[in-house]
């Protein structure tokens, strides 16, 4: 699933505008995990292993052709980690 956001699930700038762990996480340009959340290191870290599990079972199944329906921050945090070797094919 997305990253977990804790007490900022659901909310927007308007809604967190004024709070002082926001502005913190803010001035962190988002190093500081989310209050009752999770830091974006550890959302990518679970990300790029959960993808490499999943790598690793479609191979030893012979599975040529996958799809993944992901949110953006997870592929974000799949595509940065340097060390994944994936093949994007588009087709229309």
Not at 2 to 15: A, I, L, P
Not at 38 to 54: D, L, P, T
Not at 56 to 77: R, Y
Request: glycine residues 8%; hydrophobic residues 35%; proline residues 2%.
């Amino acid at each position: 699933n997305e990253c977990n956001f804790g007490k900022f699930e659901g909310k927007n700038h308007s809604d967190l505008d004024g709070n002082e762990y926001y502005q913190k996480w803010i001035d962190s340009m988002g190093e500081l995990p989310f209050p009752d959340g999770e830091s974006m290191a550890e959302f990518k870290k679970r990300s790029v292993s959960e993808f490499r599990k999943i790598m690793f079972w479609l191979e030893n199944e012979n599975v040529n052709t996958a799809a993944f329906v992901v949110h953006g921050g997870t592929i974000m945090s799949i595509l940065s980690e340097q060390k994944v070797d994936i093949v994007i094919t588009h087709t229309s």
